[in-house]
């Protein structure tokens, strides 16, 4: 039998504008502790489903309340106010639903009581089961005994809108309903693992969530693993919602190779909407306490972060003080003005070899400090700015260190399109170099240019002039040398290409096939530099393909290399027709000297070769899992490879891949790579390892070897890493990782 409610009162049972968030309360269990609302189950993770009620009855005109729908074997009018509904007994309103052995509707107070088997569905999907539930509708004040829930994921299972994954579950001796955005737990436990393990469970005498102000406290908090307390607070809050509150983050502790047993307290302070900023107190057994921190803001022109740490009297360091500070931040000044500034600090040059086992940080050997002003404008870019380097590598004599630059003012031009399609234009260049061990000074470059680039779907061709004009105001120069010496120098270059391409096959797909020659000349005089001081500039190394259209031989401005030379190269590309995804590309290439090359770094330097080496680079993407890149500069006169690399990878998809490299250098190395993650035994094992050796060495450069399990509300990750320091001294390091999905991690090692 059912009975349906005229709807002219608030007499839902749970939904409606009104009363949306009373529902949502019945899902905010799920942050404690600042777990999201919703994780990403890992494909090997199947979670449980929850089946959705179908939704109850709609109102009879748009804007009228939804009308409650009573349903049960027995349906009896007790007294006037009172319903009482026996066998398969159920309220539905909207999306909500509620179902009891024996349901009791005070229809004066707006109350349903549910006694025996009682279950409440959310419209998202949650549910709740009890043995005696009290709810008054109209203010949601209630209280629930014994309480199991079970909290839905707010996507659907795919193909199937009608049910959804659980995402936690627990359980609480006491529910009490305090109004719509309020309620308060007792003994309650929780948990993102699947129904019947229990491996991570959370605990608390008393937990209450206050949806009106995104918060939620606990007391006497506990955290157990595989049945193990590892955390307790006594009192704890946390955001229930998006934003963001103050408090103690999970501590992780552990060992670490010369630092011995590390322990970390992080405290996050959330200073306003767009500040905050996290403390890290780290204690190191065998170095002291290190104090961290880190600062972060969010503006509406510009973002920055700040970060430091403090290590007082290091034991392991002869008692010296030590730390690190890295800064970046950025500012938008205007519509065409921004400014940036990064700076990386270190004490000393061991400092990021102790605390770091990235070698890819801890092999650094200077870090950038700058600050500049950019400016976009329609017919000019600028940029000022100073650039400073921190050395961190002891071997680097102080003579062999960068110059710095303070400052340096670089303008570019952006002229429209001039008469016959010509394009002009010029570029500007203002530096003071500073370096205490050598001599320094100021250098001023202008380079006016002018183009005409003439271009057709079958090919271009495109004359470019310009004049390279450099002066110098030098100090402390030895006597009788020219403290203000200068150069000017014209250089052509003519650039052309035609493009070839027919329609064509390749494993069925229809290809298009494109055959591109390339002709690009340029023309320098001779003209003496020996006098002109060396600040930043060097030969281009043709280890890239794209370097061999460079009309310059030196990177830098203080040399401009003579040459009349004519470089051909051919390129052909497979490009799929329907994507226009680019499936092959290859290249080669070749530079031909015309005249002797006399202008170069040293005053008695001259090369007389022909040609320069033979270049060659391959891109491919040979199926939708494989791909591979080649790289070839082979020294016609010598015979033989001066650069040489080869990469191939598969991915047929996420954390599966193996990827292997080779890297040659005639005067520098010669390594082997190879990185791959892959499951191992079964999917929820998964192994990691990266290998680099030095073939030319004959050693391991780093070596790292990892295993992981998971299961899925839970994981444990154990690595190896073997690696060489600045020193070419062997660091050896042993980490281990538990996780416990949406709750913490702990770190041991690194």
């Known amino acids: 039998m059912r009975f349906r409610s005229p709807g002219n009162k608030p007499d839902a049972l749970l939904e409606s504008k009104a009363s949306s968030r009373r529902t949502a309360v019945l899902g905010v269990v799920l942050t404690v502790l600042c777990v999201p609302a919703a994780m990403a189950a890992e494909p090997i993770c199947v979670p449980d489903l929850l089946s959705l009620p179908k939704p109850g009855p709609a109102p009879e005109k748009p804007g009228d309340p939804l009308p409650i729908e009573l349903e049960g074997d027995e349906v009896e009018s007790v007294k006037q106010d009172l319903i009482k509904l026996r066998g398969n007994a159920t309220v539905k309103r909207g999306g909500q639903t509620m179902s009891a052995d024996e349901l009791l509707y005070h229809r004066q107070t707006d109350e349903v009581e549910g006694k025996g088997n009682v279950i409440l569905h959310s419209p998202q999907g949650d549910r709740l089961t009890s043995s005696n539930i009290k709810l008054q509708v109209e203010t949601f004040i209630g209280e629930a005994d014994e309480a199991e829930y079970r909290l839905a994921k707010r996507d659907r299972v795919p193909k199937d809108p009608g049910k959804a994954y659980v995402n936690a579950r627990g359980d609480a001796d006491k529910i009490f309903f305090e109004g719509p955005d309020v309620m308060r737990m007792q003994n309650v436990r929780y948990t993102t693992c699947v129904e019947g393990k229990d491996d991570v469970f959370l605990s608390a005498s008393e937990l209450t969530l206050d949806q009106a102000i995104g918060q939620g406290s606990a007391k ?75 600062f972060r803001y969010l503006t509406g022109g510009g973002e920055g972060t700040l970060y430091g740490e403090y290590l007082p009297s290091d034991s392991e360091f002869n008692d010296d003080d030590r730390g690190a500070y890295n800064i970046k931040l950025f500012q938008k000044l205007s519509r065409r003005w921004r400014a940036n500034v990064g700076v990386e600090w270190v004490s000393d040059d061991q400092y990021l070899d102790d605390f770091s086992n990235d070698i890819q940080v801890s092999s650094a050997v200077f870090l950038p400090q700058f600050g500049q002003v950019v400016y976009t404008g329609e017919l000019w870019d600028f940029q000022g700015r100073v650039y400073a380097y921190q050395t961190v590598d002891e071997n680097i004599p102080s003579f ?54 003439l271009d057709n779907t079958w090919g271009f061709l495109t004359p470019k002039l310009s004049l390279r004009y450099t002066s110098y105001d030098l100090k402390d120069v030895a006597e009788g040398e020219d403290d203000r010496p200068s150069r000017s120098v014209p250089v052509f270059s003519l650039d052309s290409g035609l493009f070839f391409e027919r329609v064509t096959a390749w494993r069925g797909t229809s290809m298009l096939h494109t055959v591109e020659p390339r002709a690009f000349y340029v023309y320098i005089p001779k003209k003496n530099q020996d006098d002109l001081p060396i600040f930043d500039t060097g030969f281009i190394n043709l280890n890239n393909f794209g370097n061999i259209f460079s009309e310059n031989r030196f990177f830098g401005r203080d040399r401009v290399g003579d040459t009349n030379q004519v470089t051909l190269a051919l390129t052909s590309r497979f490009i799929e027709s329907d994507s226009g995804a680019e499936w092959i590309r290859g290249s080669i290439g070749q530079i031909f000297f015309l005249d002797d090359r006399e202008e170069n770094l040293s005053p008695d330097q001259v090369f007389t070769e022909d040609t320069s080496d033979f270049l060659a680079e391959v891109i491919a993407r040979l199926s939708t899992n494989w791909s591979t890149y080649g790289y070839l500069q082979y020294d016609d006169d010598e015979s033989e490879v001066r650069e040489g690399k080869v990469d191939l990878r598969y991915r047929p998809e996420a954390r599966k891949f193996i990827d292997l490299s080779y890297r040659f250098s005639r005067d520098a190395l010669e390594q082997v790579e190879l990185w791959a993650e892959w499951p191992l035994l079964s999917p929820r094992w998964h192994a990691l390892l990266r290998e680099r050796y030095s073939i030319r060495d004959e050693e391991n450069l780093e070596t790292r070897v990892g295993l992981e399990y998971d299961s899925c509300c839970w994981k444990i990750r154990g690595f190896f890493q073997n690696r060489k320091d600045n020193n070419s001294e062997s660091r050896n390091a042993f980490i281990v990782e538990l996780e416990l999905t949406g709750l913490t991690r702990i770190r041991s090692g690194i």
Request: hydrophobic residues 35%; without cysteine.
């Open 400 to 453: 062999a260190e960068p110059y710095d630059r303070l400052p340096q003012f670089i303008v570019r031009s952006k002229f429209p399109r001039g008469p016959y399609g010509l394009r002009y234009g010029l570029e500007s260049e203002l530096v003071n170099f500073e370096q205490p061990e050598l001599s320094d000074g100021l250098r001023w470059d202008i380079t006016p240019f002018v183009r005409m680039p």
């Open 220 to 294: 006497h908090l506990r955290v157990r693993f595989m049945k193990i307390p590892i955390f307790y607070f006594p009192r704890v809050t946390f955001p229930i919602n998006d934003e963001r509150k103050s408090g103690f983050l999970y501590p992780s502790f552990g060992s670490q190779d010369g630092s011995g047993f590390v322990m970390q307290t992080p405290y996050y302070w959330n200073i306003a909407p767009n500040y905050d900023a996290t403390f890290y107190p780290r204690i190191m057994s065998k170095r002291g306490v290190q104090i961290g921190g880190e």
